[in-house]
């Protein structure tokens, strides 16, 4: 989207992955991503603070 809006900075969200995350933060326009790769509605139920909690700063490193 850079050459359609060079000006603009992009936050993309829904139906990222972790591997998307990192190309779309490759972009120079991309600030930042969202989803919910880091908090898996599966975990949650589970109430698995752990595994979010890594998951979570595995997503901060990106």
Known sequence: MAPVYPEL???P???ISFDEASEYLAQKNVISVGGSF???QNLIEKRDW???KALAQRAARL
């Open 13 to 15: 969200t829904g139906g």
């Open 9 to 11: 900075m992009f936050c």
């Open 50 to 52: 752990n595994a979010i």
């Open 38 to 40: 880091a908090s898996p």
